[in-house]
């Protein structure tokens, strides 16, 4: 097993090695860092649990994502957002533009997820050796990460486990802790590294300096300044967004995306010569779809209302009549270019809107269900100059959704969602969209049948719903042929076969 633990610090908190890190002969202690940090852990195939094994055995990869729907940082090159991450009614397909350098899976499948419990229980039970408190702890933490993402590739028989922590633990002045072996005497290499970032010589680059460390073979921390090309890369802390459905909801959902105005004046640290454009990709449940015939128009005055430039890709699940109860997949992805405004005049948000629509779902006893839409991603995708080898960022989140969507010389910067959610405190208490302020989800309640008075009188206004339905579709169908008896009456179509009769018989009495 190979561990890898890298921390990020700022410029706002600075690290002393001195008195902040101690190598021991099988030890690192790190004392109050405010950091953030990332731990992965790479096993070979025959380190595996059988039951794993044999299951992972029948894929050639395996790509799992999953990200806490609190607040993630984007300060550090570590944050890479992918929607919120939800398990498949059924796969659906993504339109890859870019094979080789997409890392984007062919088949994916989302599902929002309440909290990794599970996930931790099964380590700790199977992974763990049941003395082993370390690992038992380790575990554990997970609960507390902002992602956790799990890679399993068949070519190199290698399953990566990573977690990330924007921030230290709540109650904790910093990361405390002492990192050792857990498995004493084996093949286990533990490296450590403590970066920051520097200024890159190319804009296609990041470039990171700080100290590493190998537990139990280095005797002290090595300083280290390494630059690699990179295909994401962070932005100012200004450059955030926020999200929320307009109230009241109804059927017909609106998405508002508010970015500063200032912030989208101000263009990505790209190439000179490269192509910027802003961008979101959605990521929607089956409760929810989008209009894709209403959003791929060319009618310059919807786009313009909206702050949109185009949709430049959907897939999954895009059925506009299908009821919830019928969709076979799990929903849908949308891609959208978005307008940027020409001035800072106004000094108010930049307000993109994007129309959806909910589906009929089944009903209920208090007439309402509810559904979650995570936050969407916002980001420039720019084009890199002809002859940039782009490279993989060690520290790089994979298999986004949305970057094998463009081609292999796109560079990303991600805009940051901001802590203060968008949702109106004056919306109506049902249906609303509200979502609490800590959370990177859109909570909206649907109205839909109603199954029970609260009365007791169960099924009675279902009843009656479905006997109005008939009565209706019976007049209406009584007024379609009454309609019609009335065109065919105007119409005088028996009367002109007898006026066509009547110069004839004439004309036979006048031959006699």
């Given at each position: 097993?190979?561990?890898?633990?890298?921390?990020?610090?700022?410029?706002?908190?600075?690290?002393?090695?001195?008195?902040?890190?101690?190598?021991?002969?099988?030890?690192?202690?790190?004392?109050?860092?405010?950091?953030?940090?990332?731990?992965?852990?790479?096993?070979?195939?025959?380190?595996?649990?059988?039951?794993?094994?044999?299951?992972?055995?029948?894929?050639?990869?395996?790509?799992?994502?999953?990200?806490?729907?609190?607040?993630?940082?984007?300060?550090?090159?570590?944050?890479?957002?992918?929607?919120?991450?939800?398990?498949?009614?059924?796969?659906?397909?993504?339109?890859?533009?870019?094979?080789?350098?997409?890392?984007?899976?062919?088949?994916?499948?989302?599902?929002?997820?309440?909290?990794?419990?599970?996930?931790?229980?099964?380590?700790?039970?199977?992974?763990?050796?049941?003395?082993?408190?370390?690992?038992?702890?380790?575990?554990?933490?997970?609960?507390?990460?902002?992602?956790?993402?799990?890679?399993?590739?068949?070519?190199?028989?290698?399953?990566?486990?990573?977690?990330?922590?924007?921030?230290?633990?709540?109650?904790?002045?910093?990361?405390?802790?002492?990192?050792?072996?857990?498995?004493?005497?084996?093949?286990?290499?533990?490296?450590?590294?403590l970066l920051a970032a520097q200024k890159a010589v190319e804009p296609?680059?990041?470039?990171?300096?700080?100290?590493?460390?190998?537990?139990?073979?280095?005797?002290?921390?090595?300083?280290?300044?390494?630059?690699?090309?990179?295909?994401?890369?962070?932005?100012?802390?200004?450059?955030?967004?926020?999200?929320?459905?307009?109230?009241?909801?109804?059927?017909?959902?609106?998405?508002?995306?508010?970015?500063?105005?200032?912030?989208?004046?101000?263009?990505?640290?790209?190439?000179?010569?490269?192509?910027?454009a802003l961008h979101t990709y959605l990521t929607l449940p089956s409760?929810?779809?989008?209009?894709?015939?209403?959003?791929?128009?060319?009618?310059?005055?919807?786009?313009?209302?909206?702050?949109?430039?185009?949709?430049?890709?959907?897939?999954?699940?895009?059925?506009?009549?299908?009821?919830?109860?019928?969709?076979?997949?799990?929903?849908?992805?949308?891609?959208?270019?978005?307008?940027?405004?020409?001035?800072?005049?106004?000094?108010?948000?930049?307000?993109?809107?994007?129309?959806?629509?909910?589906?009929?779902?089944?009903?209920?006893?208090?007439?309402?269900?509810?559904?979650?839409?995570?936050?969407?991603?916002?980001?420039?995708?720019?084009?890199?100059?002809?002859?940039?080898?782009?490279?993989?960022?060690?520290?790089?989140?994979?298999?986004?959704?949305?970057?094998?969507?463009?081609?292999?010389?796109?560079?990303?910067?991600?805009?940051?969602?901001?802590?203060?959610?968008?949702?109106?405190?004056?919306?109506?208490?049902?249906?609303?969209?509200?979502?609490?302020?800590?959370?990177?989800?859109?909570?909206?309640?649907?109205?839909?049948?109603?199954?029970?008075?609260?009365?007791?009188?169960?099924?009675?206004?279902?009843?009656?719903?479905?006997?109005?339905?008939?009565?209706?579709?019976?007049?209406?169908?009584?007024?379609?042929l009454w309609k019609l008896g009335l065109v065919v009456r105007s119409?005088?179509?028996?009367?002109?076969?007898?006026?066509?009769?009547?110069?004839?018989?004439?004309?036979?009495?006048?031959?006699?």
């Amino acid at each position: 097993m190979r561990r890898r633990i890298t921390y990020i610090y700022g410029a706002e908190s600075p690290f002393d090695p001195d008195q902040q890190a101690r190598v021991s002969n099988d030890a690192l202690s790190i004392r109050g860092l405010n950091a953030a940090k990332e731990e992965r852990l790479t096993f070979g195939f025959d380190e595996f649990p059988s039951e794993l094994g044999k299951s992972f055995g029948k894929f050639s990869r395996i790509v799992m994502n999953s990200m806490s729907d609190g607040r993630l940082s984007g300060r550090t090159m570590l944050s890479r957002r992918s929607p919120a991450e939800y398990l498949p009614i059924s796969f659906t397909t993504s339109p890859i533009l870019s094979q080789r350098f997409a890392s984007t899976s062919a088949l994916q499948f989302h599902s929002l997820l309440p909290s990794l419990a599970d996930l931790v229980t099964y380590i700790q039970q199977v992974i763990c050796n049941p003395n082993d408190t370390d690992c038992q702890s380790h575990a554990s933490s997970l609960l507390s990460a902002d992602s956790v993402d799990i890679d399993y590739d068949s070519i190199s028989h290698s399953l990566t486990f990573s977690g990330f922590w924007s921030k230290p633990p709540e109650g904790q002045d910093g990361w405390t802790e002492d990192i050792r072996k857990h498995n004493k005497g084996t093949n286990e290499k533990v490296e450590v590294g403590l970066l920051a970032a520097q200024k890159a010589v190319e804009p296609e680059e990041l470039s990171m300096g700080g100290f590493l460390t190998v537990i139990g073979e280095d005797k002290k921390l090595k300083p280290t300044l390494f630059s690699f090309p990179s295909r994401h890369h962070p932005l100012p802390e200004d450059a955030s967004y926020t999200a929320s459905f307009e109230s009241p909801t109804g059927l017909h959902p609106t998405l508002k995306i508010s970015m500063p105005r200032r912030a989208l004046l101000t263009r990505p640290p790209a190439p000179p010569d490269a192509t910027c454009a802003l961008h979101t990709y959605l990521t929607l449940p089956s409760t929810v779809f989008a209009d894709k015939y209403q959003l791929s128009t060319t009618d310059s005055l919807f786009l313009n209302s909206h702050h949109l430039v185009a949709l430049r890709s959907v897939s999954g699940e895009t059925d506009l009549e299908a009821p919830d109860w019928v969709v076979p997949r799990w929903g849908s992805n949308l891609l959208l270019e978005l307008a940027t405004p020409e001035s800072a005049a106004g000094g108010e948000d930049w307000n993109v809107t994007i129309p959806l629509h909910l589906r009929y779902l089944e009903p209920s006893e208090t007439g309402y269900r509810s559904t979650s839409v995570p936050w969407p991603v916002v980001f420039w995708a720019c084009t890199a100059e002809d002859g940039t080898k782009m490279g993989v960022n060690p520290f790089d989140r994979v298999n986004l959704g949305w970057d094998g969507l463009f081609g292999p010389r796109t560079m990303f910067f991600q805009l940051h969602p901001s802590a203060a959610a968008a949702s109106s405190s004056e919306a109506p208490a049902a249906p609303a969209a509200v979502s609490p302020q800590s959370r990177l989800v859109e909570d909206i309640q649907v109205p839909v049948l109603q199954t029970s008075l609260e009365e007791g009188a169960s099924g009675s206004r279902v009843r009656q719903i479905e006997l109005g339905t008939v009565v209706v579709i019976v007049l209406g169908f009584v007024w379609v042929l009454w309609k019609l008896g009335l065109v065919v009456r105007s119409s005088g179509i028996g009367s002109g076969r007898r006026q066509r009769k009547q110069p004839a018989r004439r004309q036979d009495k006048k031959d006699e």
